[in-house]
């Protein structure tokens, strides 16, 4: 879930990177699209009725791990449902508030719910070997602090895939000089 965010765009290709199948999930067509493109096996817009039963079918019985990068309600939800007997699901996404956890179904298929925010160093390695390698491009659109504003904007709509850089150079309000971008 958020398979086509700043986090989302590069799980995808370091689960490829891996070894994993990978069936991506986001808002709108362009997402679905963007992360086909990324390497993601299938992809579904979540506005489209009947994904949750499609993955279950395709994955028969639902994913062995599901990581929630959104930050709907709605997405922790429906990444639950889409896990399988004895599956886990990672939250790493912060809603607002809490969520709604099926505790029936939680218990019922036995199925493990994890937050994280952080990994180890050997994480940390593993993941540094996989980029060395070029295996994963992190996309990015560079941005003026000035437009910080319609970024938000653009963020808070769903508006924008990857990561948004924003370029910060210029005459420096603390110090008055230009610094090197």
């Known amino acids: ?6 986090l ?6 370091y689960a490829k990177a891996m070894g994993m199948r990978v069936i991506a999930l ?9 992360c086909l493109s990324l390497g993601a096996e ?21 994913g062995h791990g599901v990581l929630c990068l959104a930050t709907s309600p709605k997405a922790f939800a429906a990444s639950i449902q889409m896990a399988r007997r004895k ?9 607002a508030g809490g969520f709604d956890t099926p505790i029936f179904e939680v218990v019922l298929k036995r199925i493990t719910i994890r937050g ?7 994480d ?3 993941t540094l070997d996989i980029a060395s390698r070029g295996l994963v491009k992190c996309s990015v659109e560079l941005g003026n602090i000035e437009n910080i504003n319609e970024i938000f904007d653009r963020l808070r709509g769903g ?18 000089q230009s610094h090197q971008k």
């Open 42 to 62: 299938f992809a579904y817009d979540v506005t489209t009725p009947g994904y949750i039963e499609e993955v279950n079918t395709i994955t028969a019985g639902g």
């Open 159 to 176: 508006q924008i895939n990857w990561r948004v850089v924003l370029d910060i150079s210029g005459d420096c309000l603390e110090c008055g």
């Open 8 to 13: 989302g765009h590069l799980g995808i290709q």
């Open 1 to 6: 879930m958020g398979a086509a965010g700043g």
């Open 124 to 126: 940390l390695v593993e």
């Open 116 to 122: 994280s925010i952080v990994g180890t160093r050997k």
């Open 87 to 95: 599956g886990t699901v990672v939250c790493v996404g912060l809603p």
């Open 26 to 34: 986001d808002v709108g067509e362009k997402s679905r699209q963007y």
